[in-house]
T-cell receptor, first 111, second 113 residues
Framework: GENVEQHPSTLSVQEGDSAVIKCTYS??????FPWYKQELGKRPQLIID?????GEKKDQRIAVTLNKTAKHFSLHITETQPEDSAVYFC??????????FGTGTRLQVFP | NAGVTQTPKFQVLKTGQSMTLQCAQD?????MSWYRQDPGMGLRLIHY???????DQGEVPNGYNVSRSTTEDFPLRLLSAAPSQTSVYFC????????????FGDGTRLSIL
């Protein structure tokens, strides 16, 4: 089955700096890669997703890149702000059933 | 639209007790799933359903049962609670499958003593 590894587990950055979180997946048939943000005590919420026919996708300060050959994808947050502090999860799915998550990255943005 | 509604929000059980975690969605989504969230282990898939009458196992199904008699509801049953099942449980739904944006409920925090 699919296995998703996520690094780092914690990440601290200064406000205004960039943050990068990386994930690798095992199933070469995976074709959908979402990223979720979870604030303390809240539900996970989708922030961006990418499908395997696209190499990069941007939404304002957030971007996701996908390398199908290497089976890894990354989340890039530019100009970080204190409100970006949260736990971020990557995930992968190869069809209409299972969506498998990584173990999460706790991002702290210091003013 | 209420979205995905989970009840209860908190529950404390004794070892060996049974209970049902409720999940309902009003978005006419075909796909529903249950995850458990433990520190350092992310979100692990317990069971999922691609439509009424169809359920399947996820990554960590042991000790849990599910059923999907209607499109709206997807209850999760713990038959004999164990301390290892202490966790936060999230229900999620999407229009058609795991390869689409998931809408999560607010979670149920479950403690097994």
């Amino acid at each position: 089955g699919e296995n998703v590894e996520q690094h780092p587990s914690t990440l601290s950055v200064q406000e205004g700096d960039s943050a990068v979180i990386k994930c690798t997946y095992s199933d070469s048939a995976s074709n959908y890669f979402p990223w979720y943000k979870q604030e303390l005590g809240k539900r996970p919420q989708l922030i961006i997703d990418i499908r395997s026919n696209v190499g990069e996708k941007k939404d304002q300060r957030i971007a996701v890149t996908l390398n199908k050959t290497a089976k890894h994808f990354s989340l890039h947050i530019t100009e970080t702000q204190p409100e970006d502090s949260a736990v971020y999860f990557c995930a992968a799915s190869n069809n209409t059933d299972k969506l498998i998550f990584g173990t999460g990255t706790r991002l702290q943005v210091f003013p | 639209n209420a979205g995905v509604t989970q009840t209860p929000k908190f529950q404390v059980l004794k070892t060996g007790q049974s209970m049902t975690l409720q999940c309902a969605q009003d978005m006419n989504h075909e796909y529903m799933s249950w995850y458990r969230q433990d520190p350092g282990m992310g979100l692990r898939l317990i069971h999922y359903s691609v439509g009424a009458g169809i359920t399947d196992q996820g990554e960590v199904p042991n000790g849990y049962n599910v059923s999907r008699s209607t499109t709206e509801d997807f209850p999760l049953r713990l038959l004999s609670a164990a301390p290892s099942q202490t966790s936060v449980y999230f229900c999620a739904s999407s229009l058609l499958g795991g390869n689409q944006p998931q809408h999560f409920g607010d979670g149920t925090r479950l403690s097994i003593l």
